[in-house]
């Protein structure tokens, strides 16, 4: 009964792929094109130089240095914890299947930089690909025209300063579809020479025509999941404090117009409390219109339920991006839980902390897609290779079984390709 913002990528992929052939086609050129139509400015060059990507960390102010530096110590260490062992199995004497994790070799983050600059995204995305032991790693964020000085039509120098904390020297300044395509396709300058070369996976959020693309592209490239607007449900009880639900509430709607803030409760005095916390809040909060815009939208709400398990329930069946407990016994709560992108536990555990310096990755599914799909960790640019070795003795003793079943699906040649080596 709560509908998410309207968000037709069917209709948008037809919108983008003339633009993906265009840069498929013309190369650099075409990035440029649309970059110049699109962000209203024409960099030299789709490459950002890389004595402006330094240059943009030192110019950075320290604290968002030491934000940043925290945000990154704290990613890896989540992220490298992440990183399975292989492991080999002995079926029988003589045979062994082993799997061993194998990193994709060149990969391509996509960083939005519309309405807001993520810097943040630029961690989220790089250090995974870092942890998982990707060898190649690029990342492109949409070219500026309001920069500072020296930096006109780049990206934002914050985006390039995190990029250079993580000794990310590759960066391209272009934004949309035009970037997916890039990376899909690889482009060349006017003489042919590689400016970029293809990715073997996109990962990273965008707009709709972001989401296009990459849907368009799949197949060709990996990509992590196609993102909607961003979300948040609270699940709360009569213990939770309405400043607090109010305000998280919030801090999501300053994303996007179209962004979802649900509140679920069994307690009518705190749906109304929150209400006024809201009304409070929202009239002092910086970006006052885009909030209240995305409050009053359709795909926010506040539920109100019969009990705690009704509230489980409606909150399994939306699979929010972000799930947040208030509630009494928090933690048993949130292990009741199945569906949602990631879970914050408690009071002191907002959203905004997860979207810096929790540790966790802010990367995650949107729209629902949390019932089969997980936010991105370093799984996303590893591949399983399974490793099978038989020596003749074990390869004799299932032979039986393999003619068996090679004659019971009418495919007399397997049989055979074993049968020639018994002899």
Known sequence: MVPRASFDVGHAVEVVRPICEDVRDRGEVAVLDHTERFDGVRPASVRVPGEAVQRALAALDEAVVAGLREAISRARAVHRAQV???????VTPGGSVTQRWVPVGRVGLYVPGGIAVYPSSVVMNVVPAQEAGVGQVAVTSPAQRDNPPG???LPHP???AACALLGVDEVYCAGGSQAVAMFAHGVRDAAGAWVCEPVDVITGPGNIYVVAAKRLLRGLVGIDAEAGPTEI???ADDSADPAHVASDLISQAEHDTLAASVLVTDSAALAEAVEAELTRQVATTK??????TALAGEQSAIVLVD???SAVAVADAYAAEHLEIHTREASEVAARVRNAGAIFVGTHAPVSLGDYCAGSNHVLPTAG???HTSGLTVYAFLRAVQ???YDADALAEVAPHVLALSAAEDLPAHGDAVRVRLS
């Open 84 to 90: 399975p062992p292989g492991h080999r199995t002995q």
């Open 307 to 309: 009990d705690l398990d």
């Open 369 to 371: 897609s949390a019932v």
């Open 287 to 292: 970006h006052v219109e885009r909030v209240s």
């Open 158 to 160: 914050t985006i390039l």
């Open 233 to 235: 449900l609270v699940l």
């Open 387 to 389: 490793v099978i070795e």
């Open 151 to 153: 930096f006109e039509g």
